[in-house]
């Protein structure tokens, strides 16, 4: 891998302004204070994705429900009834059985 490659890959883990090479390369990690004070600052625990839209809505958390599935099968169902119902008028319109 190339040093640039690597560099812009872990550009994100250490913010710029709080671990310089001077703190970073000192002696045995006694310049590592601030590091250490704004690692530790940050959030613990589990991250809770975020989802949003139809499936954040309606699939996902505590609202998560079968009913847009079956409100989608009903309303195919309904509009394929309809159509086939009025091909069929269209078929006796000059036609008798």
């Given at each position: 891998m190339h040093a640039s490659l690597v560099r812009r890959q872990l550009q994100g883990l250490i913010p710029p302004?709080?671990?310089t090479p001077k703190l970073?390369?000192?002696d045995a990690?006694?310049?590592l204070g601030p590091l250490v004070e704004f690692y530790s600052k940050l959030p613990?625990?589990?991250v809770t994705p975020r989802v949003s839209g139809i499936k954040g809505r309606y699939f996902s958390g505590e609202n998560a429900s079968g009913k847009p599935i079956v409100a989608l099968i009903v309303?195919?169902?309904a509009i394929g009834y309809t159509l086939d119902y009025n091909?069929?008028?269209k078929h006796h319109k000059?036609?008798?059985h």
């Amino acid at each position: 891998m190339h040093a640039s490659l690597v560099r812009r890959q872990l550009q994100g883990l250490i913010p710029p302004k709080i671990a310089t090479p001077k703190l970073v390369s000192g002696d045995a990690g006694t310049g590592l204070g601030p590091l250490v004070e704004f690692y530790s600052k940050l959030p613990k625990g589990r991250v809770t994705p975020r989802v949003s839209g139809i499936k954040g809505r309606y699939f996902s958390g505590e609202n998560a429900s079968g009913k847009p599935i079956v409100a989608l099968i009903v309303g195919l169902f309904a509009i394929g009834y309809t159509l086939d119902y009025n091909m069929h008028l269209k078929h006796h319109k000059n036609h008798a059985h």
